[in-house]
């Protein structure tokens, strides 16, 4: 038996008497443990251990006699969920002895918490030796579940315990894969004599059994239908986001033929929901055009890089996200074809579940009339995802929350970036747990993705902690977009004081920062 107490102090073991009420000396312990080598019947008692300042803690041993055995040692199971579909758990059997000791009760635990405590909130249909959850969500991506089960019959409490270990995969993609390069059937310029790279870049979407490929084939002019798998090297897959997979496959032309001007060389991707093909044919190329190429190139390089020397360190994406995140994006609500105004991203917390902590919150309307308070209590504390719900649906936008509106069973990338692709304006609220959460950095990463592309969505950031000092020193890191985007994005600060004033700014710059409704009359937020 071990006593909890500080290392090094000496501390003295005591057992009471049975019947006496006098404490029986036990030799001191150096090591804070009381080891008994046989242990009989007649070591049944009450046992208590301290140190000069006093009594640390009281044990109570019950030797019995039955056919429990001692547990052997096993590690937690592993079962593997899919994100936005029902799932189930099983608890692992109990190692102690007779399994047919222990009862089929079963209390079972995640992050320390009872899941009949989360029930309501967790959505769990069944608990029993097999837990069944209605909705697997991405928080519980590496979650340890546990199992208690309890022995029956007479004796001592006998309580066994296992553990779980879960991982969240995304359901399978229900679409074709995407050809990125060439993104178009097209004809490149190639030399006769020399050697020539035909390159294609597919993303694939999660598939839980692999059936992806990417093939080159070639075929002619004259029977189209006739391919021929040709020589290609190694492809090379890269993972990108949330589980899609980017897969390059390169096919070299080691001496360019006239035959191969004949030709008609495809790209041709695979996966179990379909199949993408892309087509190249090749076109000569001058040779003397290609040495003139060759010679008059590098010299054009070096004017170029000298005439824009002094603006090197502005880059094409950051130019592109300040044009279309200062100018080119809509004023108004209803201006577009768009049936979401604002998609609202967090990190998920208990506290946005409950909407409790320590800050008292005025509501201002987008007119800058001050609203009511949220709770005439002061102290009284909601977080800011709570806060923004209730103002911009209490304004009259239309909001969508992950938790609430993400409708289980689909998959999860591709569901985002239709959300996305349909909102008006993306607001991502920033903190620590958001740049440490894959499933919250997926959302503004495919929210960058997409403004580059329209200019009709709006992208915004709010920090609801303190910087970080250096976004490349996160753990993990950030992906580069991301990385590259967060210096030049629209973004505020929600770092309020005790007093209403400290937060006025704030919602100023917001109701600023946000489409206008067009041609309605904007009331004071008086949420219930």
């Given at each position: 038996?071990?006593?909890?107490?500080?290392?090094?102090?000496?501390?003295?073991?005591?057992?009471?008497?049975?019947?006496?009420?006098?404490?029986?000396?036990?030799?001191?312990?150096?090591?804070?443990?009381?080891?008994?080598?046989?242990?009989?019947?007649?070591?049944?008692?009450?046992?208590s251990?301290?140190?000069?300042?006093?009594?640390?803690?009281?044990?109570?041993?019950?030797?019995?006699?039955?056919?429990?055995?001692?547990?052997?040692?096993?590690g937690?199971?592993?079962?593997?969920?899919?994100?936005?579909?029902?799932?189930?758990?099983?608890?692992?059997?109990?190692t102690?002895?007779?399994?047919?000791?222990?009862?089929?009760?079963?209390?079972?635990?995640?992050?320390g918490?009872?899941?009949?405590?989360?029930?309501?909130?967790?959505?769990?249909?069944?608990?029993?030796?097999?837990?069944?959850?209605?909705?697997?969500?991405?928080?519980?991506?590496?979650?340890?579940?546990?199992?208690?089960?309890?022995?029956?019959?007479?004796?001592?409490?006998w309580?066994?315990?296992?553990?779980?270990?879960?991982?969240?995969?995304?359901?399978?993609?229900?679409?074709?894969?995407?050809?990125l390069?060439?993104?178009?059937?097209?004809?490149?310029?190639?030399?006769?004599?020399?050697?020539h790279?035909?390159?294609?870049?597919?993303?694939?979407?999660?598939?839980?059994?692999?059936?992806?490929?990417?093939?080159?084939y070639?075929?002619?002019?004259?029977?189209?239908?006739?391919?021929?798998?040709?020589?290609?090297?190694?492809?090379?897959?890269?993972?990108?986001?949330?589980?899609?997979?980017?897969?390059?496959?390169?096919?070299?032309?080691?001496?360019?033929?006239?035959?191969?001007?004949?030709?008609?060389?495809?790209?041709?991707?695979?996966?179990?929901?379909?199949?993408?093909?892309?087509?190249?044919?090749?076109?000569?190329?001058?040779?003397?055009?290609?040495?003139?190429?060759?010679?008059?190139?590098?010299?054009?390089?070096?004017?170029?890089?000298?005439?824009?020397?002094?603006?090197?360190?502005?880059?094409?994406?950051?130019?592109?996200?300040?044009?279309?995140s200062?100018?080119?994006?809509?004023?108004?609500?209803?201006?577009?074809?768009?049936?979401?105004?604002?998609?609202?991203?967090?990190?998920?917390?208990?506290?946005?579940?409950?909407?409790?902590?320590?800050?008292?919150?005025?509501l201002?309307?987008?007119?800058?009339?001050q609203?009511?308070?949220?709770?005439?209590?002061?102290?009284?504390?909601?977080?800011?995802?709570?806060?923004?719900?209730?103002?911009?649906?209490?304004?009259?936008?239309?909001?969508?929350?992950?938790?609430?509106?993400?409708?289980?069973?689909?998959?999860?990338?591709?569901?985002?970036?239709?959300?996305?692709?349909?909102?008006?304006?993306?607001?991502?609220?920033?903190?620590?747990?958001?740049?440490?959460?894959?499933?919250?950095?997926?959302?503004?990463?495919?929210?960058?993705?997409?403004?580059?592309?329209?200019?009709?969505?709006?992208?915004?950031?709010?920090?609801?902690?303190?910087?970080?000092?250096?976004?490349?020193?996160?753990?993990?890191?950030?992906?580069?977009?991301?990385?590259?985007?967060?210096?030049?994005?629209?973004?505020?600060?929600?770092?309020?004081?005790?007093?209403?004033?400290?937060?006025?700014?704030?919602?100023?710059?917001?109701?600023?920062?946000?489409?206008?409704?067009?041609?309605?009359?904007?009331?004071?937020?008086?949420?219930?």
């Amino acid at each position: 038996m071990k006593c909890v107490a500080s290392p090094g102090s000496d501390v003295r073991w005591s057992r009471f008497g049975a019947g006496s009420g006098v404490k029986d000396p036990v030799p001191v312990s150096t090591e804070n443990l009381l080891k008994i080598p046989a242990v009989t019947a007649d070591h049944s008692g009450n046992y208590s251990c301290g140190n000069e300042s006093g009594a640390l803690l009281d044990l109570q041993l019950q030797v019995f006699e039955g056919s429990r055995r001692a547990c052997s040692a096993l590690g937690p199971k592993q079962v593997t969920l899919t994100l936005g579909a029902g799932g189930k758990i099983d608890c692992p059997p109990s190692t102690c002895g007779d399994p047919d000791l222990f009862n089929s009760q079963v209390t079972w635990y995640q992050n320390g918490r009872s899941i009949s405590e989360m029930q309501k909130k967790r959505g769990v249909c069944s608990e029993g030796p097999r837990l069944m959850l209605c909705t697997v969500y991405a928080q519980d991506s590496q979650a340890v579940f546990y199992c208690d089960r309890h022995a029956k019959g007479p004796g001592p409490l006998w309580i066994t315990r296992r553990a779980v270990n879960v991982i969240v995969i995304p359901s399978d993609t229900e679409i074709p894969p995407t050809i990125l390069d060439p993104n178009n059937n097209k004809t490149e310029e190639v030399v006769i004599g020399e050697p020539h790279t035909l390159r294609c870049k597919v993303t694939f979407g999660f598939e839980r059994n692999i059936s992806s490929k990417v093939q080159w084939y070639t075929n002619t002019a004259a029977d189209q239908a006739l391919k021929i798998l040709i020589d290609q090297q190694e492809q090379t897959r890269e993972e990108m986001m949330f589980n899609q997979t980017e897969v390059t496959q390169v096919a070299v032309l080691k001496v360019v033929t006239e035959l191969h001007l004949q030709q008609v060389f495809t790209c041709l991707a695979t996966n179990a929901k379909g199949t993408t093909n892309c087509t190249i044919r090749l076109r000569r190329r001058d040779a003397a055009g290609h040495w003139l190429t060759a010679a008059v190139v590098p010299v054009m390089c070096v004017v170029l890089l000298t005439g824009l020397g002094v603006g090197l360190h502005l880059r094409t994406l950051e130019l592109t996200l300040i044009y279309r995140s200062y100018w080119q994006s809509s004023d108004h609500v209803g201006e577009d074809s768009k049936d979401i105004d604002v998609f609202l991203s967090h990190a998920w917390s208990h506290a946005s579940e409950d909407g409790t902590g320590t800050h008292t919150a005025l509501l201002p309307s987008p007119s800058g009339e001050q609203g009511s308070p949220l709770s005439s209590e002061p102290l009284s504390y909601t977080p800011l995802e709570v806060l923004l719900r209730l103002a911009l649906e209490g304004s009259g936008y239309r909001l969508f929350l992950m938790e609430r509106d993400l409708l289980p069973g689909g998959a999860y990338t591709e569901d985002v970036v239709r959300v996305i692709q349909r909102s008006r304006c993306l607001v991502c609220l920033l903190s620590g747990d958001f740049l440490s959460n894959s499933s919250a950095v997926f959302v503004l990463e495919a929210g960058v993705q997409a403004l580059l592309r329209d200019h009709e969505l709006k992208v915004m950031v709010i920090w609801t902690e303190p910087r970080p000092a250096s976004m490349g020193q996160l753990n993990p890191p950030l992906p580069r977009l991301v990385h590259r985007a967060l210096r030049v994005l629209p973004c505020l600060d929600w770092l309020p004081g005790p007093s209403p004033d400290s937060s006025r700014m704030f919602w100023k710059s917001f109701w600023k920062a946000m489409p206008k409704q067009n041609g309605a009359s904007l009331t004071q937020s008086q949420p219930g």
